[in-house]
């Protein structure tokens, strides 16, 4: 099966930045999709960015569009969530997840195959 663990978490200031990893392995990383969600407490699980396969598309939620960046290394098996200029309401627990079979964009969590456990992201004011 698929295996897949974030990294890079941590507690930054108002405008901060953080880049969060999520390495992937049992699985051919290339073939497919990957996504970011995030969730925080008492809320439901939030969309937060998707890559496709080879690179070519990405899509994001309106909230992040143009602070957060999703990038993905096939050659490494890993993918990369930049989060510029963070936000108090950006707080939640930041989640990789695999969508294997790619029949379409997913933006829900049912979607996705695989899961890390997740990273947290705490920022302070």
């Known amino acids: 099966q698929v295996r897949l663990v974030e990294s890079g978490g941590g507690v930054v200031q108002v405008g901060d930045s953080l880049k969060l990893s999520c390495a992937a392995s049992?699985?051919?990383?290339?073939?497919?999709?990957m996504g970011w969600f995030r969730q925080a407490p008492g809320k439901e699980r939030e969309f937060v960015a998707r890559?496709?396969?080879?690179?070519?598309?990405?899509y994001y939620e309106d909230s992040v569009e143009g602070r957060f960046l999703i990038s993905r290394d096939n050659d490494k098996n890993t993918t990369y969530l930049q989060m510029n200029d963070l936000r108090p309401e950006d707080t939640a627990v930041y989640y990789c997840?695999?969508?294997?079979?790619?029949?379409?964009?997913?933006?829900?969590?049912?979607?996705?195959?695989?899961w890390g456990p997740g990273t947290q992201v705490t920022v302070s004011s």
């Open positions: 997840a695999a969508d294997l079979t790619s029949k379409s964009v997913s933006k829900t969590p049912r979607g996705y195959d695989y």
């Open positions: 049992g699985g051919t990383f290339s073939t497919y999709a």
């Open positions: 890559i496709s396969r080879n690179l070519r598309n990405t």
